[in-house]
T-cell receptor, first 115, second 109 residues
Framework: DAMVIQNPRYQVTQFGKPVTLSCSQT?????MYWYQQKSSQAPKLLFH???????NEADTPDNFQSRRPNTSFCFLDIRSPGLGDAAMYLC??????????????FGEGSWLTVV | GIQVEQSPPDLILQEGANSTLRCNFS?????LQWFHQNPWGQLINLFY???GTKQNGRLSATTVATERYSLLYISSSQTTDSGVYFC???????????FGTGTKLQVIP
């Protein structure tokens, strides 16, 4: 059974029209991450939550925001999608800090197309 | 942050062949993981291996932390092994996990 669930799996949005991607987890993990992966590239970390503490990567555009209303759910909001934001967005979780030896578990990803 | 390079970038194997994938990192990492991304995009964790050797079926991995590299061995490859293999790690004390450049593997019947 899937433990990190992302919805929708496929999303087509218009240029500039806000979009929200959701992620839920059944693992009760403390840490949740959002990664962006463009075609033929490695996943790139956008931000992560440790419980309610939000950690934004320095190079994450302001256009990307996130919410974590509770342990199980995390949302990625793209306020004004541009063509360059077309990518797969991966949600992931870990029980604790990765530098403490915690494995990361990924969802199946949400493919975003901007038209 | 750390830099993670993988080689080879692309690999085509005949089914049944063995292969070795390499991951080099620019600085010490205390959390080294190998992932397989299948053709549908799902990333599956294969190994958490900050040092030493681990085996899981036809796959095994070795990390030599003092020399800043890790190897992933695939034996008796199958078509289902196709996809992209990533190594990823975080620097000492850092939460951010940096992914390597990836090795795209195609196993042909």
């Amino acid at each position: 059974d899937a433990m990190v669930i992302q919805n929708p799996r496929y999303q087509v949005t218009q240029f500039g029209k806000p979009v929200t991607l959701s992620c839920s987890q059944t693992l009760n993990h403390n840490v949740m991450y959002w990664y962006q992966q463009k075609s033929s590239q490695a996943p790139k970390l956008l931000f992560h939550y440790y419980d309610k503490d939000f950690n934004n990567e320095a190079d994450t555009p302001d256009n990307f925001q996130s919410r974590r209303p509770n342990t199980s759910f995390c949302f990625l909001d793209i306020r004004s999608p541009g063509l360059g934001d077309a990518a797969m967005y991966l949600c992931a979780t870990s029980r604790g800090q990765v530098f403490s030896g915690n494995t990361i578990y990924f969802g199946e990803g949400s493919w975003l197309t901007v038209v | 942050g750390i830099q993670v390079e993988q080689s080879p970038p692309d690999l085509i194997l005949q089914e049944g062949a063995n292969s070795t994938l390499r991951c080099n990192f620019s600085d010490s990492v205390n959390n080294l993981q190998w992932f397989h991304q299948n053709p549908w995009g799902q990333l599956i964790n294969l190994f958490y291996i900050p040092s030493g050797t681990k085996q899981n079926g036809r796959l095994s991995a070795t990390t030599v932390a003092t020399e800043r590299y890790s190897l992933l061995y695939i034996s008796s490859s199958q078509t289902t092994d196709s996809g992209v293999y990533f190594c990823a790690g975080s620097g000492r004390g850092y939460q951010k996990v940096t992914f390597g450049t990836g090795t795209k593997l195609q196993v042909i019947p």
